[in-house]
Nanobody, 122 residues
């Protein structure tokens, strides 16, 4: 499975961005999907996740109520809609997927996209 992330950029505080992650390869619909983010010098942090079977969502407390993870199975793509952005949301965002589990631990995910940089100015 190959993942291609896009949609990062510069936004002002209070603004919005939408990240996309396009999946290709075998059985791309049967994947647990997630977004993580990383600031230089720090660990990769969980942002949001989505189960493929029931579409159940999970969010980090820091983004709950502001970010929404969703998917479009027909396009083999999932999204992270980011609203009410804050400067502390500035990071490189990574999409991730796994066939067997959805967790908040980045080490549990098998497939990763390249990062996309999100910068939020105050």
């Amino acid at each position: 499975v190959q993942l291609q992330a896009s949609g990062g950029g510069l936004a002002q505080a209070g603004g919005s961005l939408r990240l996309s992650c396009a999946a290709s390869g075998r059985t791309t619909n049967a994947l647990y999907m997630a977004w993580f983010r990383q600031v230089p010098g720090k660990e990769r942090d969980f942002v949001a996740a989505l189960t493929w079977s029931r579409g159940r969502t999970y969010y980090a407390d820091s983004v709950k109520g502001r970010f929404t993870i969703s998917r479009d199975n027909a396009k083999n793509t999932w999204y992270l809609q980011m609203n009410s952005l804050r400067p502390e949301d500035t990071a490189v965002y990574y999409c991730a997927a796994d066939r067997t589990t959805v967790t908040r631990n980045s080490q549990d995910y098998e497939y990763w996209g390249q990062g996309t940089l999100v910068t939020v100015s105050s």
